[in-house]
DNA sequence: CTAGCATTCAAACGTTCGTTTGAATCTTTG
DNA sequence: CAAAGATTCAAACGAACGTTTGAATGCTAG
């Protein structure tokens, strides 16, 4: 048995996941060539191929190296509302606080890369290459199926397909939020001053995501009936 | 004066058109190739080149063709549901029902590839690259403008700026959700089967968007006090 | 009919891509 | 120290890319 994997950390590997993160961020998987990739990260340009044994297993490892944590994070952290709150159901509000609150705070931190990896990750939830969408359901599986069971239990009067739509519409407010962090000049004169301000981008979200997700259902009905 | 411009319309041209929208809304813009694009249209590998100038410039053309009509129809629907009012300020429904109804009805014409255009254009706003973007933005600014101030006259109470980030946020789902059509499978155990029935899912999103857009502002305030 | 322009075509252009190679260098281990 | 393995390096590989070219073909106007 080799003890490899117990060696010190390679720095050459962690010096291209993280150039990887901020270069696929900036311009997207097919327009990263390793051989900007690699003068980034300071390696040389077998170096990937070496590590990783492919551009698609290193972005894979991108993600990998990130998601694992974000969504053990997002489940710790709703455990531990649940634990306060000692057997009676959550409010929406906590839930949806739990899940937005991980990837925000992750958005935060500019140091550790975290911002790159946010953005990247709100970009990469409508790439329409297949490979790269299955490895994120995977990926995400766990804590989605964790907050679905949490979002039933603190609205047991909510139809399920109806749930399942509404937890579609968050997520994708979310990942959109993230992703496009300039769009919003797109609106029209806005001053990005606020725009890196976690917690008052996290206060909008949640008032937005909780009125969205708490919406009235008798127009639906009506709909459906005329159906 | 030549008179090209007043010659029957180029069969070319549109067949290019229509696959660069397909081929790009499957595989990205860069991943498309000008080998299998011409191929699908039934082109030779020259034409793209010959009609449009450049891959860029084809894209672009594929943004043009469709954006400014989506566009004006939706301000042609504001000012519909305008008249209809005689002067009373709008409920948020019905702008909200004025802009998101356009893309909706686009997506459900798949004859008119207008399902392919929908999809591409929601994967598009987090597009990284900046000439895109800038192209989106200025196709859009002045249905934005419209829209922006329809809000304004229909919620005088609420802030600018917290309706900017609203406005943000509910361009955001609408995109997320044109784009990600198969991502509601990720959340778990979705039967796909009333995916594409336009009625019942821009009744699903009006209702979730009305009441975001409404949301209440106390909960705001609070954090902002405490900054 | 024919001259002139628009369009199509097959072939090739130079560039860049991801990957591979085999030797050189560093690091660890006996 | 010496052998073995891990890592780095410069160089090259074939393939695919977007684009250009110049001749061939289609079409229209005089």
Redesign the interface.
């Known amino acids: 048995m080799n003890l490899r994997s117990l060696k010190p950390p390679h720095e050459t590997r962690t010096r291209i996941l993280d150039a990887a993160e901020e270069l696929f961020?900036?311009?997207?998987f097919?327009?990263t060539s390793m051989r900007q990739l690699t003068a980034k990260a300071g390696a040389n340009l077998a170096a990937v191929n070496y590590h990783f044994g492919s551009k698609d297993a290193l972005i894979e490892a991108v993600f990998r190296r990130r998601l694992d944590a974000m969504n053990t994070a997002r489940i710790a952290e709703l455990e531990r509302v649940e634990k306060e709150a000692a057997g009676r159901p959550l409010s929406p509000r906590q839930i949806i606080g739990a899940f937005i609150g991980v990837s925000l705070r992750m958005l935060e931190d500019a140091k550790d890369g975290g911002r790159n990896f946010t953005r990247l990750l709100?970009?990469t939830?409508?790439?329409?290459?297949k490979p790269i969408?299955a490895l994120?359901?995977q990926l995400?599986?766990p804590a989605?199926?964790r907050f679905?069971a949490a979002f039933e239990r603190a609205l047991p009067q909510m139809p399920r397909?109806?749930l399942?739509?509404?937890?579609?519409?968050m997520?994708?407010?979310l990942?959109?939020?993230l992703?496009?962090t300039d769009?919003?000049q797109?609106?029209?004169g806005?001053k990005p001053e606020d725009r890196y301000?976690a917690?008052?981008l996290e206060?909008?979200?949640?008032?937005?995501?909780?009125?969205?997700?708490?919406?009235?259902?008798h127009?639906?009905a009506?709909?459906?009936k005329a159906?």
């Open positions: 961020m900036q311009h997207g097919e327009a709100g970009r939830y409508s790439d329409p290459q969408r994120i359901g995400y599986a989605m199926e679905k397909e109806e399942i739509w509404r937890m579609h519409f997520f994708g407010t990942a959109y939020t992703a496009a769009t919003v797109l609106i029209a806005c301000d917690r008052l206060a909008r979200l949640t008032a937005f995501l909780e009125a969205g997700l708490l919406a009235p259902l127009s639906l009506d709909v459906k159906a």
